[in-house]
C-alpha cells in the first residue's frame, strides 16, 4: 500500500522534472532568440541613468554603466547557450566516435586511444582555459575550441563501455552470422544501443561548459567583445546592496538553464528508448 | 547414409588463458580438441552434451563467428574454416544460425522488418519491394503476421521472438543452419512449437540442421542422428534410435539415465556421475572421463586416450571407449558376457 503510494509519488516527480526540464530549456532558447522583440537596447550602450531599479522602460533595470540589464541579459544567455552546445556536441561527437572505435576495435587501438583520454582527462580544464586565455588572447572561439578538445574523454570512456557491453550481445553475433562487415555492425547494431547513456552526459557537459565561461568571464578573462553572464556577476558585485538586480537576474538566467538542460537530457534518455514508446 | 553436406575434420579451438600483469598467455583452454563427423544433406544432427562442453563452441566454428584453431569444415568443397573475403561472404548466405535467447538475439531499436531485411540488404538481393515482399512472406512462414514487420522486438513474446530469429536466419535461403539451444530459453509448452515449426521449415525449405541442446528429449525429437560431446570431444555418434536404445559409452548412459520418466510407479538403474566436468584447463589424463566413469579401468583409461571407433562391423555407431569398442573389451566390468 504504502509502496504504491511511494511509487506513485516517484513517478510523478519524474514526470515533473521532465516538465520543468523542457519549459526552462525552452524559456531560455526562447529568451536567446527572440529577446530583441522584449528589450531592443544595445546592450553596450549607456541608454539611460545608472543603476535604475527594474521599471516599465526597463524590466530588469539599469547597470552601473546605465545599460539596459536585459538586453545585456539576452545577449549573455546567447553567449552561454552557444558556447554551451558546441561543446556538449562535439564532445559528443569526438568522444562518440573514439569510445564507438576503441570499444569496437578493442586490442592495441583501445589501450592507444584509452591512454591518450586519461591523459586528456588529467588536464585541469579550467586553468588549461586560464594558460590559452594568457598565450593566445581571450576570444571566445579559443574557449570553445579548448573545452571542445578536453570535454570528449570522459564520453569517449563512457561510450566504450557501452560498446563493449553491447557488443557482445547475440543480436551483434547475429548480423556479423548474416555477412554485415565491421563497419555494418559499428554503426547499424552497436552504435545506436550504446548512445542512451551519453545523451544524459551531453547535458551535465552543456552546464559545466557555461559554468567554466561564466567563471573566467567573472574572472574578467573572459572575451571582451562579448556580453558574458559572468561578467555581469562579476560587475554585480560592488552593488549588491544597492542595485541588488544586477546580481540577481543573470545569476538566475544561468542557474535555471543549467539547470533545466540537466533534467531535459536526463529524461531525454527516456524518450529514446524504444521500450517506452509504441502501442501500449 | 547420403552424401555429407558438411565434413568436420579434427575440428580445434583453443582460447588463450591470460594472466599477470603483462597479460601473457599463461595456458589454454581446450573448449573443442580434434573433432570429426559428417552431416548429411537434408538431416538434423543432434550435439547434446553438459554446459561448458564446447558444443556451442564448435556450433559458433561452423558458421565462423569464431575462427577455429585448427581443422577444416568442408561445405561443398569449401572450408569454412579457413574461407575469407567475398568466398566467406558467399559462405554467409548458405549456412546460417538460430540463436540461443530470443531476448539478446533481436536489436531493441530496430523494427523486427528491417532485422529480418538485413540479410537481404547486405548480400544486395532484391530492390525495395522485393526485400518488402520477401519479409512479409518469411514473416508468414514463421506464424507471424505481415504487419508485425514495423514492431519493435519487446512488442512480442518469447516464443515469437524466437520466430523472428528463424525468419532472419531463413530469408538468405540458407541450405545448412546452426540452431544453438533455439528452445531452452522458452516455456515447455511454446518449446514444442517451435520445435515443430524448425522441423515443418526444414521439410519445406530442404534445411540441413545441426541442433545443439542440453535436453536430451528435445533432441531425440528432432534428429535423425545424434553426437554426445564431453570436454571438446565427441564421445559417441550414433543413429538416434541406437542411441537411445542402446548407448555405448558409459557417459551417454549415464546422460539418458537422468532424463525423467513421466510414471511415478515407473522405476530404473540411475547411473549417477560423481564429481563435476574437469576443468577443460587442465582435462584428465587418458580418456577425459575417466574420473567420472562407472566402469573405468585404472591402468588403462586413464593412459590411454581412446578415439571413436565403429561399434560394430557395418554399423555408423561410433564411440569412443577403450573398455566398449576398443582393444579392451574383455575388461568391461558390465558386459562379461560379450
Not at chain 2, 503476421?145 to 524466437?162: L, V
Request: glycine fraction near 8%; hydrophobic fraction near 45%.
Amino acid at each position: 500500500m504504502s509502496e504504491t503510494l511511494l511509487n506513485r509519488r516517484r513517478r510523478r516527480w519524474r514526470l515533473d522534472a521532465r516538465a520543468v526540464g523542457l519549459v526552462l530549456t525552452v524559456a531560455a532558447i526562447l529568451i536567446a532568440a527572440l529577446g530583441a522583440l522584449i528589450a531592443p537596447f544595445d546592450p553596450f550602450d549607456t541608454v539611460n541613468t545608472a543603476l535604475l531599479a527594474p521599471s516599465a522602460d526597463h524590466l530588469l533595470g539599469t547597470d552601473d554603466l546605465g545599460r539596459d540589464l536585459l538586453s545585456r541579459l539576452v545577449a549573455g544567455l546567447r553567449v552561454s547557450l552557444v558556447v554551451g552546445l558546441v561543446v556538449a556536441l562535439s564532445s559528443m561527437v569526438i568522444g562518440g566516435f573514439v569510445g564507438l572505435v576503441a570499444g569496437s576495435l578493442g586490442g592495441r587501438a583501445d589501450d592507444l586511444l584509452m591512454r591518450f583520454a586519461e591523459l586528456i582527462q588529467i588536464l585541469p580544464r579550467f586553468f588549461l582555459a586560464l594558460l590559452v586565455v594568457a598565450l593566445f588572447g581571450s576570444s571566445l572561439v579559443n574557449l570553445i575550441v579548448v573545452l571542445a578538445l578536453t570535454s570528449w574523454a570522459v564520453t569517449a570512456r563512457i561510450m566504450r563501455s557501452r560498446v563493449l557491453v553491447v557488443k557482445e550481445l547475440e543480436f551483434v553475433e547475429a548480423s556479423r552470422a548474416i555477412g554485415a562487415g565491421d563497419l555494418r555492425i559499428m554503426v547499424r547494431s552497436i552504435a545506436p544501443n550504446a548512445l542512451a547513456p551519453i545523451v544524459s552526459l551531453v547535458g551535465l557537459q552543456f552546464g559545466g561548459a557555461i559554468l567554466v565561461e561564466a567563471g573566467l568571464s567573472f574572472l574578467g578573462l573572459g572575451d571582451p567583445n562579448v556580453v558574458s553572464l559572468g561578467q555581469m556577476l562579476s560587475r554585480a558585485q560592488p552593488f549588491m546592496r544597492t542595485a541588488w538586480w544586477m546580481a540577481i537576474f543573470p545569476g538566475l538566467a544561468l542557474a535555471m538553464t543549467i539547470l533545466g538542460v540537466n533534467l531535459l537530457a536526463d529524461s531525454l534518455n527516456r524518450f529514446l528508448d524504444p521500450r517506452s514508446i509504441g502501442p501500449r | 547414409m547420403t552424401e555429407p553436406l558438411v565434413q568436420v575434420r579434427n575440428l580445434e579451438k583453443h582460447f588463450p588463458v591470460r594472466g599477470g600483469v603483462l597479460q601473457r598467455t599463461t595456458g589454454w583452454v581446450k573448449a573443442v580438441t580434434g573433432v570429426s563427423f559428417d552431416i548429411a544433406k537434408g538431416e538434423t544432427l543432434g550435439l547434446v552434451g553438459e554446459s561448458g562442453c564446447g558444443k556451442s563452441t564448435l556450433g559458433r566454428m561452423l558458421v565462423r563467428l569464431l575462427d577455429p584453431t585448427g581443422g577444416s569444415i568442408l561445405f561443398e568443397n569449401v572450408d569454412i574454416a579457413t574461407a575469407s573475403g567475398n568466398e566467406l561472404k558467399t559462405l554467409r548466405r548458405d549456412v546460417q544460425m538460430i540463436f540461443q535467447d530470443p531476448y539478446s538475439s533481436l536489436d531493441p531499436r530496430t523494427q523486427v522488418g528491417s532485422s529480418i531485411a538485413e540479410g537481404l540488404k547486405i548480400h544486395g538481393i532484391g530492390d525495395s519491394d522485393e526485400v518488402q515482399e520477401r519479409v512479409s512472406e518469411m514473416l508468414e512462414l514463421v506464424g507471424l503476421e505481415r504487419h508485425h514487420a514495423s514492431r519493435f522486438p519487446h512488442e512480442f513474446s518469447g516464443g515469437q521472438r524466437q520466430r523472428i530469429g528463424i525468419a532472419r536466419a531463413l530469408i538468405l535461403r540458407p541450405r545448412f543452419v546452426v540452431a544453438d539451444e533455439p528452445v531452452s530459453a522458452l516455456d515447455v509448452s511454446v518449446q514444442a512449437q517451435v520445435l515443430n515449426l524448425l522441423s515443418e521449415l526444414q521439410q519445406e525449405l530442404d534445411l540441413t540442421l545441426l541442433f545443439i541442446a542440453h535436453n536430451l528429449a528435445v533432441v531425440e525429437h528432432v534428429s535423425d542422428r545424434v553426437a554426445v560431446m564431453y570436454l571438446g570431444d565427441i564421445v559417441e555418434i550414433a543413429h538416434r534410435d541406437d542411441l537411445y536404445r542402446e548407448p555405448q559409452h558409459p557417459y551417454t548412459e549415464a546422460l539418458l539415465s537422468a532424463i525423467p520418466i513421466p510414471d511415478p510407479t515407473l522405476k530404473r538403474d540411475r547411473v549417477v556421475l560423481v564429481g563435476d566436468v574437469p576443468s577443460p584447463l587442465n582435462p584428465p589424463t587418458g580418456c577425459k572421463f575417466h574420473p567420472r566413469c562407472p566402469i573405468a579401468h585404472l591402468g588403462v583409461c586413464d593412459i590411454e586416450t581412446p578415439h571413436l571407433e565403429y561399434v560394430a562391423e557395418g554399423s555408423i555407431h561410433e564411440a569412443s571407449c577403450h573398455l566398449r569398442t576398443g582393444a579392451y573389451r574383455h575388461l568391461d566390468p558390465s558386459r562379461t558376457n560379450t
